[in-house]
């Protein structure tokens, strides 16, 4: 079995994309922008490892071998961050590093993490245009993930065949793995169920599309929904 590459290892969906693949008995390269930073990432069958996801020679280097990359990365968590430093282009030059790098490598397969501020509410805009629904604070951060995306369709048909699952719904951490996931379209789930998701059924989204490649250089929603814990 071969292994995985995990860019953004650091953080929650980053974790839990190890410790899913891991379970499954796949070894994990762990990228991070300073190993040191994270010590508690090193484990049985991982090994971390300095990256810049921006940059495709250090994309190359690291991904050659394995089977399959997630790209997880976010320079930003949330608004107490800060948006002042945001590079407003990030994504897109993750995008075209890891769709060069990774073809050089000889690594076919991208999974990349969305963001649900771009998919379709009710009224067919993106959730990320209704300051009730977004903080507008947020937006640049949004703007930019959504910018990445594009890129990703812009590039067509090229060597690495890319999918992209954003959890639809509040994306909870901590939440229990049910194993289980539903997959939707550019809309939010209608209706009046809650549509949420763990990180941990994010993460079998995540690996179920490297193990068994289904979707091909789109973007899909991902979610659960509260009733059907259990």
């Keep these: 079995m071969s292994d995985i590459v995990v860019f953004g290892a650091g953080g929650r969906a980053g974790r839990a994309v190890t410790a899913e693949a891991r379970g499954r008995g796949y070894g994990v390269t762990a ?3 300073d190993p040191a930073r994270y010590p508690d990432l090193r484990a049985d069958g991982v090994t971390v490892v300095p990256g810049d996801v ?6 190359g280097a690291v991904a050659a071998g394995h089977a399959g990359a997630v790209h997880a990365v976010s320079p930003y968590s949330g608004p107490e961050q800060g948006f002042d430093a945001l590079d407003p282009a990030f994504f897109v030059k993750a995008a075209d590093a890891l769709l060069d790098g ?9 999974v990349a993490v969305g963001l649900g501020a771009n998919l379709l509410g009710a009224d067919g805009r993106p959730v990320m245009d209704d300051p009730l629904a977004f903080p ?19 590039r067509g048909e090229g060597r690495v065949d890319w999918v992209m699952l954003t959890p639809a719904g509040h994306l909870e951490h901590g ?9 939707g379209g550019e809309r939010l789930p209608g209706g009046d169920r809650e549509p949420w998701l763990s990180y941990a059924d994010l993460a079998v989204a995540l690996v179920d ?6 979707r091909h250089r789109t973007r899909v929603s991902v979610f659960n929904f509260r009733e059907e814990e259990g």
Excluded: C, K, M
Excluded at 136 to 154: K, M, S
Excluded at 175 to 183: A, L, P
């Design 31 to 33: 990228v991070v922008r």
């Design 54 to 59: 921006t940059d495709r020679g250090s994309v």
């Design 102 to 110: 990774l073809a050089e490598a000889g690594v076919g397969r991208l």
């Design 136 to 154: 507008p604070e947020i937006r640049p951060f949004a703007l930019a993930h959504t910018a990445g995306l594009h890129r990703l369709r812009e």
């Design 175 to 183: 939440g229990d793995r049910t194993g289980r996931y539903h997959v």
């Design 209 to 214: 599309e490297i193990e068994r490649p289904v």
